[in-house]
């Protein structure tokens, strides 16, 4: 709601009838009725375009924007895939921008994922390891290997990611599951 009738003929000059029953005030509230519908679509049309509130065709005309295509029904599958490539897209390679497209990606919070540099004792140089993503994204196997396709997209051109560790949450963390890159990726 905007302005109810009552504060707009409050902007009239005191020439004009302020009584609910004149036709000015009738006027300004078939105004304000016609304002406030404006106002009202206008957010049903911006939470209905948003990622997390879209379904269906919709969803699929924001995926298209983004270039994803449908793999199946499933709204929340599309709508992580759109978040994927979004975050994709926008990473600089760092550690800092790797950790941001796993968590918005997933919608997780950013202080529960870590990548670092990966110290095994070999010296590698431009090897890093990500642990700390919750094992319910472990569970979908297609989602897994699609993010560990994007996490390698998102990387710079070199790096290589040598283990994603997956955690579950109890009384304390335990790293329970780990998921190793064997082929290394090429971009040409």
Do not use: C
């Not at 780990?178 to 082929?183: A, D, N, P, R, Y």
């Amino acid at each position: 709601m905007l302005y109810t009738t009552d504060q707009m003929m409050a902007e009239l000059a005191q020439h004009w009838s302020h009584q609910p029953d004149s036709v000015i005030y009738g006027m300004m509230d078939e105004l304000n009725q016609m304002f406030e519908f404006g106002s009202d679509l206008g957010s049903k049309i911006v939470d209905w375009t948003a990622i997390d509130y879209a379904e269906g065709t919709t969803l699929d005309m924001i995926a298209a924007q983004y270039q994803v295509s449908r793999p199946d029904s499933d709204d929340d599958f599309l709508r992580f895939l759109i978040r994927l490539k979004k975050q994709v897209a926008t990473s600089d390679g760092t550690i800092n921008s790797i950790e941001r497209v796993i968590a918005n990606s997933l919608e997780i919070d950013l202080s529960e994922i870590h990548v670092e540099s990966t110290r095994d004792g070999t010296n590698k140089v431009n090897h890093i390891t990500v642990y700390g993503i919750p094992f319910e994204y472990a569970d979908d196997k297609r989602k897994t290997e699609i993010m560990l396709t994007g996490l390698q997209a998102a990387t710079l051109l070199g790096v290589w990611i040598d283990q994603v560790a997956f955690t579950i949450n109890t009384q304390s963390s335990l790293y329970i599951a780990t998921q190793t890159i064997q082929e290394e990726i090429l971009y040409v």
